[in-house]
């Protein structure tokens, strides 16, 4: 296997090549290493109740933000400024509904 120092520059296609050919390399050994236990311990994951209750608390959270972002940034657009385009109409408040949405999760 060749190494590469830190110095040298490697391109992207070839550090793909390279992880996809570990990957090829190391199918069957990811495969059989699974063992029941880990199983188990994945659907008892899926099967937790407190899981799904954090799961739909964060889903509100984030249709909360992502709404509150939406809804007022086009109605400060379109108040603002009823003549900008489709783009900006649309655009504008997609990225504000993203944000307070991130914004609202962290907290």
């Known amino acids: 296997a060749r190494t590469y120092s830190s110095t040298q520059h490697i391109s992207v296609n070839t550090l793909n090549m390279l992880a996809v050919k570990h990957l090829i390399k190391n199918r069957h050994t990811l495969t059989k290493t699974r063992s029941r236990h880990q199983i ?8 937790s109740s407190n899981v799904w ?3 739909s608390n964060d889903t509100m959270r984030c249709l909360i933000g992502c709404s ?6 086009m109605y400060y657009l379109q108040t603002a400024v009823p003549d900008a385009s489709m783009l900006v109409l649309m655009g504008v408040p997609m990225a504000c509904g993203k944000d307070k949405s991130a914004l609202i999760n962290i907290l």
Request: hydrophobic share 40%; aromatic share 12%; glycine share 6%.
């Open 53 to 55: 209750k954090r799961a």
């Open 40 to 47: 188990r311990n994945i659907s008892s994951f899926w099967n």
């Open 68 to 73: 509150i972002g939406d809804l007022s940034a």
